[in-house]
């Protein structure tokens, strides 16, 4: 094995983790995988052997790509970054595959990452890489270009805010199933009650349709969503149970093809948020293969 073979065989070591801290950072696979091919091109370049921390130093790496990637996104981009749903990880109700668990490590929802998106790019980094993988603030301080204590107020300000916004989701899948179901059956049954039951009386629901007029919508508020969802109560298409993020959801399809994507996050035995994917585009380059 010759030395950049096993460079390129260190660097494989590292790769799932590095999507994961580019996953959350982004909210998008394709730019995730694109971060992580520029940290390894830097590497390519680099002396590893002055590297005594390799992981630490991948890290750093593709934090300060992800960095730039969002600055870069947000200049160029006419629609608001939060009304956009982050690419959702789809699997069958049987489990997570293991590249998908590696990018899943320690979950992270769809409305985590919604709420993420609300973040500065040095909010976003600094929570990402210090709340959700323990990096230190000295080592996030040069990314973001600030102090180590200016860093830690950015992620303070970060965790105030995912803090306020997302709720704590109940880890028992049949359980986050069992709502779901007692949701679907209240919908397609018209049961209004039934419905608000079991909804949070702060639930939020998001669709986003793509870029569209009026391809983003956000509704609040038990008795609106419970509105909402009474259109399902006759739906033109079959409703497949799956994951999204490791969390309880619903893919609807319709001739062959995916009509919508529900993923649920609940609570407290309630659901508290629906994140719903319906934009044709970017569900027709979803692998669903999984759901049989």
Not at 185 to 212: C, I, N, W
Not at 231 to 259: D, K
């Amino acid at each position: 094995m010759d030395e950049r073979e096993f460079l390129a065989e260190r660097f494989e070591d590292h790769r799932g983790h590095l999507k994961a801290v580019a996953y959350r950072m982004l909210g998008s696979l394709a730019e995730a995988d694109d971060a992580v091919q520029e940290a390894w091109l830097r590497l390519s370049r680099t002396d590893a052997d002055a590297v005594q921390n390799l992981g630490g130093w991948l890290t750093t790496v593709v934090g300060r790509v992800c960095m730039d990637m969002l600055r870069s996104r947000t200049s160029r981009r006419e629609t608001p970054l939060d009304e956009r749903l982050p690419d959702p990880v789809v699997s069958s109700v049987d489990g997570v595959d293991p590249e998908q668990r590696a990018v899943l490590a320690d979950s992270v929802g769809l409305a985590l990452l919604v709420v993420l998106q609300s973040l500065t790019p040095a909010e976003r980094l600094a929570f990402v890489l210090h709340d959700l993988f323990a990096v230190p603030f000295e080592e996030i301080a040069p990314i973001v270009g600030r102090s180590p204590a200016a860093s830690r107020q950015l992620a303070s300000r970060a965790r105030r805010r995912v803090r306020g916004s997302v709720p704590v989701p109940e880890r028992d899948l049949a359980r986050q199933r069992e709502v779901v179901e007692a949701f679907q059956a209240a919908a397609t049954g018209g049961d209004f009650e039934a419905l608000v039951a079991v909804l949070d009386p702060d639930v939020v629901l998001r669709a986003d349709q793509g870029a569209v007029p009026g391809g983003w919508r956000e509704v609040r508020g038990a008795e609106t969503v419970a509105r909402q969802a009474l259109t399902f109560r006759h739906p033109p298409y079959e409703l497949t149970p799956a994951l999204v993020n490791g969390t309880a959801a619903v893919v609807a399809v319709s001739h062959g093809r995916p009509f919508s994507l529900l993923a649920f996050t609940v609570a407290d035995g309630r659901i508290a948020a629906i994140d719903i994917l319906a934009d044709p585009e970017r569900l027709a380059a979803l692998d669903l293969t999984s759901l049989g």
